[in-house]
Each structure stands twice: as structure tokens, then as C-alpha cells.
């Protein structure tokens, strides 16, 4: 669609964004397919009432939105409860398709809480999950970053001081 739910700086940021030619912003449009080898490469895009298009992409970043509304989603043969994606909240927060994750405002369980912190709760679990279905056999290993540090987009690593144990007399 043409019009956002976002708040309001955010949409006006994209706006300049656009206008600035620092984005390609399609509207109204769907991302029907994410394409690439061991990385993003392009993007299949349908236009409503036109035949899809790929186009070459270096990344794909999904946003947060403010309307838990499934849209599209809804068709895709997910089980929904309370106009929700019905999840296992037991073990990874996948659907009742195997391999398709639904986390946030958008998935349902028993007791489920529509909180930001849930969302983000959810989205550690699911991760851990995915990587396993993507890597099988590979140990995963988490990692504080507050302690090991983190490699930032720039290529440059980040860390915290080592901390200084002390003995107490």
C-alpha cells in the first residue's frame, strides 16, 4: 500500500530517504521471494495486479510494524487462532508448518503477552531453532556481547574493558 503506520518520524525519514535517492522505495508492493546463495542477492517483488519482478538486492530488512494485521500471510495455510499464527510456545515458536517461525505481535499461545520484551524473548528462541534447521549438526554457541564484544558493519571490533577481579582480604 502507499500509506504507513509507522510513527510518524520514522515515515517522514523514509520520505527523505526517497527523495534523496538513498532508497528505492516501492510501493504498492509485496516481497513474495528472497533469492541468493548463502546470502541475499535479489528480491521477488509482485505489484498488485502485475507479474512479479526480481530485483538485485544486497540486503532484505524486514521492519517492525504497528498493526499485528497477517495481511497476505493469512493465506498461507498457517493455523490461526484469535486472528493470530498459532505457535509452539513450549519449545521454538514454530508454526504448524515445519520451519516457519511466527514471533511477536503476529503469533498466538496460551498466556501470550503483546509486549515488545516478548517479541524480542521470542526471537532469541526462534533463532536458536532456525539455526539448528540450517545448521544441522553445529553446535551453537551464544555469545554475551556485553563480555566477547561484537564485529560492527564497519568491519571493526567492539568490546567492552576486561573487567579487573580483585581479590577481597
Not at 1 to 21: A, C, I, P, Q, Y
Not at 113 to 124: D, M, Q, Y
Amino acid at each position: 500500500r502507499n500509506e504507513f503506520r509507522g510513527h510518524l518520524d520514522s515515515v517522514e525519514k523514509v520520505g527523505e530517504l526517497k527523495r534523496e535517492g538513498k532508497i528505492n522505495l516501492i510501493t504498492p508492493a509485496e516481497v513474495t521471494n528472497i533469492l541468493g546463495n548463502g546470502k541475499v542477492e535479489a528480491i521477488e517483488i509482485t505489484k498488485q495486479g502485475e507479474a512479479p519482478y526480481t530485483l538485485e538486492t544486497d540486503h532484505f530488512i524486514p521492519l517492525f510494524g504497528l498493526s499485528p494485521k497477517l495481511g497476505p500471510i493469512a493465506n498461507w495455510g498457517l493455523e490461526i487462532e484469535k486472528n493470530a499464527i498459532k505457535v509452539n510456545n513450549a519449545l521454538d515458536y514454530q508454526t504448524n508448518i515445519p520451519g516457519i517461525f511466527a514471533i511477536g505481535d503476529g503469533n498466538y499461545y496460551p498466556g501470550k503477552l503483546k509486549l515488545i520484551l516478548c517479541g524480542f524473548h521470542e526471537a532469541t528462541i526462534m533463532c536458536q531453532a532456525a539455526y539448528k534447521i540450517i545448521n544441522p549438526g553445529k553446535k551453537f554457541v551464544l555469545k554475551y556481547t556485553t563480555v566477547s564484544g561484537v564485529d560492527g558493519f564497519d568491519g571493526t571490533r567492539k568490546e567492552a574493558p576486561k573487567a579487573v577481579v580483585q581479590a577481597i582480604d
